[in-house]
């Protein structure tokens, strides 16, 4: 109680506001021109057999997989940036927090989601969904980079010739 009393004769804590940091500074894989946050898009697929758990042995069941899903949602995303990409950049995935909540078999037509809702530092965080008509079946986030191809592979070539 007292405190909140002494807030209210000094008034409202404010922050001193920070200066946009050049992105040039913060990773030089970042472009000037930073995608905008907002941008999204949607794909879909309709679930083939080679889509299936059953793919991976004949013992498992014909649903659609974990890693189908988690690979239509990184899919959006990279088509929700795309257009707002620099010349000859790309962007690669990170990170994946993705929880698959419904199973859909074979002919079953899935549609992902995806917008870009923020940055953390060099990532690019976008919130992600996947659904069966009106079933979600899966969300969860995808965290991906921008990079240049000829300096990525560059990269993962010398860490294998090591």
Not at 63 to 74: D, N
Request: hydrophobic letters at 40%; zero cysteines.
């Amino acid at each position: 109680m007292k405190r909140k009393a002494k807030q209210a004769k000094r008034g409202p804590k404010r922050r001193a506001q920070k200066a946009p940091r050049a992105v040039a500074n913060a990773h030089p894989a970042l472009p000037e021109q930073r995608p905008r946050i907002g941008l999204e898009a949607t794909v879909e697929r309709v679930v083939q057999p080679e889509h299936t758990l059953q793919a991976v042995s004949p013992k498992l069941p014909a649903v659609f997989s974990t890693p189908s899903m988690i690979g239509l949602m990184e899919h959006a995303s990279v088509v929700a940036i795309l257009p707002e990409l620099p010349p000859g950049a790309i962007s690669v995935g990170t990170r994946i927090e993705v929880d698959h909540l419904k199973a859909v078999g074979p002919g079953a037509t899935v549609r992902a989601w995806a917008r870009f809702v923020e940055y953390r530092g060099r990532f690019l965080v976008f919130d992600v969904e996947a659904r069966a008509g009106e079933h979600l079946i899966g969300r969860g986030r995808v965290f991906r980079a921008i990079v240049h191809p000829e300096e990525h592979g560059a990269k993962a070539k010398a860490r294998v010739e090591q």
